[in-house]
């Protein structure tokens, strides 16, 4: 049974830093790109970071870049995204998935909240 699931949201003061974890199973997870999503109220899941399974090539949305960093342990089946200088903004439930080929699967989601 293929299960993602996220840990570390919640709440941070603007300019904080959080590390939001996605621990896999049931799935091969080295040969699986793997990626970032988010979804504020109101607005459509966007994608935040994504680690490519070719090469290792990492890849940022505009908003993120500088302060995000996207990572992966495949001895841990565990992919990491590393947000620093929070921003009010940067709040949403975020999500990560695991794509190859054809397939692809989500985690339940993490919250994260930047406020004063």
């Known amino acids: 049974q293929v299960q993602l699931v996220e840990s570390g949201g919640g709440l941070v003061q603007p300019g904080g830093s959080l590390r939001l974890s996605c621990a896999a199973s049931?799935?091969?997870?080295?040969?699986?790109?793997m990626s970032w999503y988010r979804q504020a109220p109101g607005k459509e899941r966007e994608l935040v970071a994504d680690f490519s399974n070719f090469r290792g090539v990492t890849s940022y949305a505009d908003a993120v870049k500088g302060r995000f960093t996207i990572s992966r342990d495949n001895a841990k089946n565990t992919v990491y995204l590393q947000m620093n200088s929070l921003k009010p903004e940067d709040t949403a439930v975020y999500y990560c998935k695991a794509r190859r080929g054809g397939a692809q699967y989500w985690g339940q989601g993490t919250q994260v909240t930047v406020s004063s």
């Open positions: 049931g799935f091969t997870f080295s040969i699986y790109a």
